[in-house]
Every structure is written in structure tokens, then in C-alpha cells.
């Protein structure tokens, strides 16, 4: 033990001096040692840094020492993929990202080993491609932290991350949302994350600075229910004036009953009180649910579309929550593989993101860490995707053998006829059949020839001449 309490001292002492920032962590994820190039890097000290436990997460409702320490985290596979190329970032000045690129070796041996991680690469205010087969969980740890970081509202991305138009829309309407604090209109289809998203849009400052968010589900709630919550929101303003009130959340509000209509609306037009609203409902509402009411609890509306509509967000969906359930008292996920994300990518969802975020929630109470594999992934998920892939089954093509024999028959006697010009004795003779029979099979309408001589005229087939 003293031997290597030496080593590890002299590595400290070789690389305390280097100009590149390098540190030192353990499989439990916590900052053991940090050179001084590090601690400048990232302006702490190095007891400050190494009081922290890394996190392998791009969450935005976390202090600015965790928010530093996540973002040195390596990827947590950089365990069993030694050596390990990533990227590490911190907020610079002026409001930007700053990432550098990075290299990860396990030393230590298998009895204590620690990840030596040496930051070498420019900063860049956007992470570029690592080109390893391992890179795309990394790169999607790096995107979604950008999409984090540039976010003005710092609520946590997990169910709107991606890339496509509409997810970039809904961000921007969110941050628009948690800054003017308007009513606020959210719809999609059951399931697509509306409940979610309107907790983020109140809690975005603090649950101090935002108070309660108080939730009335219309699908039950009558206009006497309604009346005596909003009552008590009314009471509370006129007591505590100063102190957050607050907010009213609607949820499905397209079945909100007309007498708890005309209740809600009576409290929204008193003048002496600014009742504010968050509204959920289906895509559906905007045409069902009154004018009047729309226009008083929909100042911004943010409409979600089903995930079929968003599949390229799919990967960044995946990895966004399934690091949301990384901590620093569990083990941690790096990402998944790429089958695995493929095949996750081509399931229709129709739970849509609540099924996605139970699915990945299940996925990662059962398997081995750090990263996902496709035998990890439910097997009605894999049938499923397999089945859609396949496409409908082919219907069995039946032989009706009759029909067979006739069309191969007629084949051959239409070839015997116009071999011999038209001489039905000599298409006889060449069939192996009686004229008679020829003629017969010549007078189905099936046959497409035309027979000018009746079968009862040729019963003899003795005298073959008369037809040269």
C-alpha cells in the first residue's frame, strides 16, 4: 500500500507542472488530484475540485461548482475503453461553451484504478467529431450540452433535446415562456410530455421565486372544485401580496365543462387580480375549447408534435434521459450502443415520450453499466421493430391446379394450330390427341381462336387429306 501511495505521489509531482490541464479520477467518478493548469482552466482550487463527484449529465438546475465538475466528467465507459478520446467543457466568458478535446488511460492498476485524463485540444465553442466507433454517445453528450448551455431559460433538455426544426422551436418558445411569464397553452398528443413541460416553464427561475404549481385536472374537476381552488389562490394573494402566488395548471383543458368555464373565466376578468394559467390539452383543443377562453390562457402556445413527426430527436431523447438518472451514488451510463439506438429509433412509440422515458427507466434498472447494449432492450420492443421492418406479411399464394392444366393445354394446342397453318388434323396429330377433342377445346370461348368447323362434322379422323 505505501508502494503505491509512492507511485501515485510521484505521478502527482511529474505532472503538477504541465502546462495542459490534467487530473486524476476514480471509478466512483470523484476528482482525486488536479495539476494546477486544471484548477486555473476552470477557475477552483484544487481542494475545492477535488471535493467533487462527477456526473456524467448535462443538467442545467445545478450549482456552478457541479456544473464544472459534470463537465470534466469522462465518459463513464472511459473504464473499459482505455485509452478514451472525449470531450470536456466549462461556461467561459461571455456567456459561451468552452470545449476541449480530451484523452483518458486507466492507471492504478485493477486493485485501485483512476482515470488520468489530460485536456489537450483548443478550446472550441462547439465540440467536433471524436471519429472513434464509441463516438456517438459522446457526441450527443457534447450536442446536448450545448443545447443546455445555450438555453436561456437553464431548465433541464431531457424531453425536448434534438436537433430537428421543432424541437429547436419549442426551446426557443420556452425560453420566450419561462422569461415574459405569460399564460401559456401547451399542446400534443396524450403522452407527448405537455405536463412536463409545463413544470419547467414554472419552476425555470426556483420553486421559492415561482411558488406552487397547483394542478386541476379537468377530466374530473367541476366548476365548484375549480371555484374553491382558485378561491384559496385569491385569499393567499390578498394575504401575502409580496410572496410568489403561483400558478393555476389546466391539464386537458379541452374538457373543462362550461359551467367550470364560465367560473374560470369570471375569476380571470377581475381586475385586482392577475390569475396566472398554464393550460395543457390535446392538439384537438385549439378548435374545441372556446375563443374566449383561448385567448385569456393562451398568450403562448407550444405545440408538441408526436415523436413519428421528430424521429431524427429520437437518439438525443434517448441519451438525454437516460443520463438524467445518472448520480453520483449510482452507477453511471455512457450511452448506448449503436444497435441499440437504432433499434430504439425504429420503434413507433405510441406511448410517445412517457413510454420512451419508462422504457429507458426500465432499461437502465436492468442492465449491466456502462452502456446500453440491444440485448438490453425489451423484447416486445425488438419484435416490434423487427415486425415493422419485415412489413405486412405476404398472403400465401394458393395452385388451383385445374386452371393450371387447362392454361398449359390451351398453350399447347394454340402453339400446334398455328404450326401447321390452321390444319386441325395435323394439330391433332401433333398433339397426340383425336380432332375431335382439338375441336372441342377450340370452341371454349377461353381458347381465343376462332373454330368454323362443328365437332360433330370431324367425329372420323381416317381421312386427313381432305384438310392438305
Known sequence: MATSRTSKSALHRSIQHSRHP?????????????????CDWVAMDEESLTALTCVYQSAADQPPSRKIANGLCPPPD??????????????????????????????GGTTDPSLLVSVFGQPQSRPGAIGTEIACNRELH??????????ASQINFDVIAGRSPAATRIRRQIDIACQSGASVLITGPPGSGR????????????????????????????????????????REFRRHPDE????????????????AESELLGFLDLPDFQLPVLATGTTECLTSTSRRLLQMVATITISLPSLAERQSDIPFLLQAVLEQGNSGRAPQFSGFEGTAVECLSQYNWPGELDELIKVVDAIRHSAEPPTIRYSDIPSNIRIAVREHLSGPDTPEQSIELDK????VELELIQRAVLQSAGNKSHAARL?????????????????????DEPASDAAGDEDESADH
Do not use: W
Open 142 to 151: 457534447s450536442a446536448i450540452s450545448q443545447m443546455q448551455f445555450e438555453s
Open 195 to 234: 405536463h412536463r413541460i409545463a413544470q419547467l416553464i414554472h419552476f425555470a427561475q426556483s420553486p421559492a421565486l415561482s411558488g406552487p404549481l397547483i394542478p386541476f385536472d379537468c377530466n374530473v374537476g367541476d366548476a365548484e372544485l375549480l371555484q374553491a381552488v382558485i378561491k384559496n389562490l385569491y
Open 244 to 259: 410568489p402566488l403561483g400558478r393555476l395548471l389546466l391539464k386537458d383543458i379541452q374538457s373543462l365543462g362550461k359551467a
Open 404 to 407: 393450371f392444366l387447362a392454361d
Open 22 to 38: 490534467i487530473y486524476l479520477v476514480g471509478v466512483d467518478m470523484k476528482i482525486t488530484f488536479a495539476n494546477q493548469a486544471a
Open 78 to 107: 472511459s473504464f473499459t475503453n482505455s485509452p478514451a478520446d472525449f470531450f470536456v467543457y466549462k461556461p467561459s466568458d461571455g456567456g459561451t461553451m468552452e470545449f476541449r478535446q480530451a484523452s483518458g488511460v486507466i492507471i
Open 431 to 451: 398433339l397426340g390427341i383425336s380432332r375431335a377433342r382439338l375441336l372441342r377445346r377450340l370452341d371454349d370461348p377461353s381458347s381465343g381462336m376462332l373454330n
